[in-house]
Nanobody
Framework: QAQLVESGGGLGQPGGSLRLSCAAS????????MAWYRQFPGKQRVLLAE???????HYVDFVKGRFSISRDNAKGTVSLQMNSLKPEDTAAYYC??????????WGQGTQVTVSS
């Protein structure tokens, strides 16, 4: 059974950093494109960053220079390093994967709260 499990959320300080991790299992992770999304209450999930199976990254403008996505195919993990946190980064963060056959997987989400 394919599964994505996020970890690393919690309380962050404005201007501080948090690192989210996502552990994948049950599908061809190394051949899959991966991404991180976030969701505000009552809103749709929004793409933040993606990394292809080949390691090519793409960021939406509002996280460029602050967030960094990476993957470790040997460990089956994808991470999101979040720096210069802002209170408006408070949201639920989700790991996303799309395998070579087009099947899509979502993690259960991890809450990030940025507050002093």
């Amino acid at each position: 059974q394919a599964q994505l499990v996020e970890s690393g959320g919690g309380l962050g300080q404005p201007g501080g950093s948090l690192r989210l991790s996502c552990a994948a299992s049950g599908f061809a992770f190394s051949s899959s494109d991966m991404a991180w999304y976030r969701q505000f209450p009552g809103k749709q999930r929004v793409l933040l960053a993606e990394i292809s199976s080949g390691g090519i990254t793409h960021y939406v403008d509002f996280v460029k220079g602050r967030f960094s996505i990476s993957r470790d195919n040997a460990k089956g993990t994808v991470s999101l390093q979040m720096n210069s946190l802002k209170p408006e980064d408070t949201a639920a963060y989700y790991c996303y994967g799309r395998d070579p056959l087009g099947y899509v997987y979502w993690g259960q989400g991890t809450q990030v709260t940025v507050s002093s």
